[in-house]
């Protein structure tokens, strides 16, 4: 067993919130069943072999790597740490179909994150050279993957650690290399300063001319932008195998989130300083797809300015990083289908995990699905590379709004039931009001995001699919599951706010520190 959990007293009962106590014996999944059946028929968990073993400085660095921090979230997760929380909370607090919907949008944005980055990966390889075929490109990182993720979540949290702490090094190194050489430190000793902010200016006009055509760019950021800013997904997903995870979750979500609100605010404005958004370059990398074409604006600026090897350099830690998120996304992904197959709602083989913990099946099939990557072998990586991100980013907002709509039914019984918030380990500010403003910009932003298609002349029905494929998807598997298993919404007196807490309560007042690693 694993050194920092609650032992199981038997192998027919494992703790939900001590992973750690995972049985070595996985044969015994065969002669226990994992499930039981409640009076109303719907399936219970009964075991999560997962283990404990992400550390405090794998958790601060798996954050600042990869997303933003929504405090409902943070509030839920830390009072309740178990794995794939915010999909299994869904349907705790809210509704068990609600909760199947969830847990598959965010599956699918996962899923198809992984796609993404090896598409991202390939598109940044050929800066320097078209010579490696893309088929090939595409199976060697898939391999990386698995490797990464197949072995013990230790090696996860491990390379992630490494990998996201190349992220924040390069994310700082290109602020200040901006700051620097917008003030004449390069070698053409140019003083350009906010020079593209004047010419050709900062909003760019999309689709029309005039005031219109600004709005409509600015929209058209806002919308990428969506896409951009993840969720307090990563953080929140590592909770079932964090140790000591109300004291380290507590402490994450703190510290995050100001740190990333820097990187995006200050990150975007270096990325309009440092190239105009008229740059050739740029639009050779991503709409001609161009050998040898910069898909950086900090590399572009680098080639204008004469500055010899760093945008090797550059283009090398940026490709570290997009191997860093896919290799997130193949641990979100399979711990979210894991999520799904403990509470009954996806096949039960897939809660099968090796002795170290790992969901085996799970891992392969996101690293099965991750061969639709191979798309951009017909298509252009740039082509495909626009399809993943309309899909990703109308699941990414859907996931948002469950979140916020979640905490609302969350914050509502502990108002019903007399938990005061006050005793949780992390309390949220301005709620319930900050969820419901998030619910309803997210959902707004949800069907503004394929608004292009509907301008005249502008109509893909590629594009439109893959816009608002989820936007239909969700609903139906919402009130297919409402319908097939007769769910209930369920009332704020009624939400278990207790089951697993004792638990959970039992391993924080058992833990013992092991030695720093």
């Not at 699905?369 to 990703?392: E, H, N």
């Not at 709509?405 to 918030?421: E, I, M």
Request: net charge positive.
């Amino acid at each position: 067993m694993a050194s920092t959990g609650i032992e199981s007293p038997s192998s027919e009962k494992r703790t939900l919130a001590g992973g750690a106590s995972a049985i070595k014996d996985v044969e015994a999944h065969d002669s226990v069943p994992p499930y039981s059946t409640s009076p109303a028929g719907s399936l219970k968990v009964v075991y999560d072999d997962t283990h404990r073993r992400l550390k405090s400085r794998h958790i601060q660095l798996i954050g600042i790597g990869g997303s933003s921090v929504d405090t409902g979230m943070a509030e839920m997760v830390t009072y309740l740490p178990i794995s794939s929380p915010f999909i299994r909370l869904a349907g705790r607090f809210v509704d068990e179909a609600f909760g199947v919907a969830a847990g598959y949008n965010f599956f699918i944005l996962e899923a198809m994150l992984v796609p993404f980055e090896l598409v991202a990966c390939n598109l940044i390889i050929r800066y320097w050279s078209d010579i490696v075929p893309t088929g090939a490109v595409i199976a060697i990182i898939l391999v990386f993957y698995g490797l990464l993720n197949v072995f013990a979540v230790k090696y996860y949290g491990e390379s992630e650690f490494w990998l996201a702490l190349g992220k924040v090094l390069l994310a700082v190194g290109l602020i200040i290399y901006t700051f620097v050489t917008m003030l004449g430190a390069n070698p053409l000793r140019d003083r350009f300063g906010f020079r593209y902010w004047r010419d050709p200016g900062s909003f760019a006009e999309v689709y029309s001319t005039g005031s219109l055509g600004r709005f409509l760019g600015f929209l058209t950021c806002l919308v990428q932008a969506s896409y951009t800013v993840a969720g307090p997904d990563y953080l929140s997903m590592a909770a079932g195998e964090t140790e000591n995870p109300r004291v380290v979750l507590r402490s994450a979500y703190n510290k995050v989130f100001g740190r990333l609100m820097a990187f995006f605010v200050l990150g975007s404005m270096a990325v309009g300083i440092n190239a105009p958004y008229t740059s050739q370059e740029l639009a050779d990398a991503y709409t001609n797809n161009k050998p040898g074409a910069a898909a950086s604006p900090y590399v572009v600026a680098m080639n204008r300015l004469q500055i010899r090897v760093l945008p090797d350099i550059v283009n090398a830690l940026i490709l570290s990083a997009c191997l860093s998120a896919g290799n997130s996304y193949v641990y979100c992904a399979s711990r979210s289908l894991f999520g799904l197959a403990l509470e009954g709602r996806a096949p039960r083989v897939l809660t099968r995990c090796t002795k170290n913990g790992v969901p085996i099946y799970c891992v392969l099939l996101v690293l099965a699905i991750s061969l639709i990557s191979f798309l951009q072998v017909s298509s252009g990586s740039a082509v495909v590379l626009t399809w993943f991100v309309s899909i990703i980013t109308a699941s990414q907002l859907i996931n948002f709004c469950v979140i916020a709509f979640t905490y609302t039914r969350f914050k509502k019984a502990c108002d019903v039931q007399g938990l005061s918030r006050d005793t949780l380990p992390y309390k949220g500010r301005w709620q319930p009001f900050l969820a419901w403003y998030a619910f309803s910009g997210c959902i707004t932003m949800v069907f503004l995001n394929g608004y292009s298609v509907f301008i005249h002349g502008n109509w893909k029905i590629t594009n439109f699919f893959f816009s608002y494929t989820m936007v239909g998807l969700f609903p139906v598997l919402y009130f297919g599951w409402k319908i097939l298993k007769r769910t209930e919404c369920i009332k704020a007196e009624n939400i278990d706010l207790h089951k697993d807490v004792e638990e959970i309560e039992e391993y924080t007042r058992n833990f013992v520190p092991g030695p720093p690693a």
